[in-house]
């Protein structure tokens, strides 16, 4: 299986998670790549969509390594990996610097994205989180530990496509991982995809606009 593009990928994933529609599920997708995916299954769902934006808090000198993450909420929520903070000697004060630039940049992306929206309440609710694709599982282990607690009913990960690997990592923390195809050999996640063009602004912008919250 291969996908045309997003919405079609978001087509296929919709009718796996058909399931759940009487569960009353909140969407969230990981912008940007995973709003239009996303945005077919929440309107396949009858469900609300929001976002859920996810910044790496990386070594000071280097970026790429992750020494945590922090993830959107009223209160930000903010998950470190102490290996990485001891191994490469991040102190409290360095990691404290990036982490309140993440949020920064975590408040303007939501208010470019959904204006002054308030954050969906979680709580004993059934959670579908969305990306496009998984390659290595870092940005979505972040979001699904975050996740956890706010406390929902349900926590399920659902995405066209991952390594096998990754999925059986994350499948020990949500309670449910829905895939429409995993690879031993990954490579990249575009390799799956015939489109799979940057999403911009105001894709994201428009699809949640459609959506978005009327049907909570």
Request: hydrophobic share 40%.
């Amino acid at each position: 299986m291969s996908f045309r593009d997003r919405k079609d990928a978001g087509s296929r994933l919709a009718a796996v998670l058909m399931r759940y529609r009487d569960e009353r599920p909140i969407i969230l997708a990981l912008p940007r790549g995973g709003v239009p995916v996303a945005a077919e299954v929440a309107d396949a769902l009858d469900a609300p969509l929001d976002l859920l934006i996810v910044r790496k808090i990386g070594v000071p000198q280097q970026p790429e390594l992750a020494a945590g993450a922090v993830v959107d909420d009223t209160k930000p929520i903010v998950v470190r990996n102490e290996d990485v903070i001891r191994m490469a000697g991040v102190s409290q004060a360095d990691f404290e610097r990036v982490r309140t630039a993440e949020i920064a940049e975590i408040g303007r992306r939501r208010s470019r994205y959904l204006g002054d929206r308030p954050h969906p309440e979680l709580k004993d609710r059934t959670v579908i989180v969305i990306d496009d694709g998984i390659a290595t599982g870092a940005t979505a282990r972040a979001a699904l530990e975050a996740l956890r607690r706010r406390h929902p009913r349900l926590l399920v990960l659902a995405t066209p496509v991952a390594p096998t690997d990754t999925l059986e990592m994350l499948g020990k923390q949500a309670d449910r991982v829905e895939c429409l195809e995993s690879h031993t050999i990954f490579g990249a996640i575009g390799n799956f995809y015939d489109d799979f063009r940057q999403v911009s602004d105001e894709e994201v912008i428009s699809a949640l606009s459609r959506i978005g919250p009327k049907r909570s």
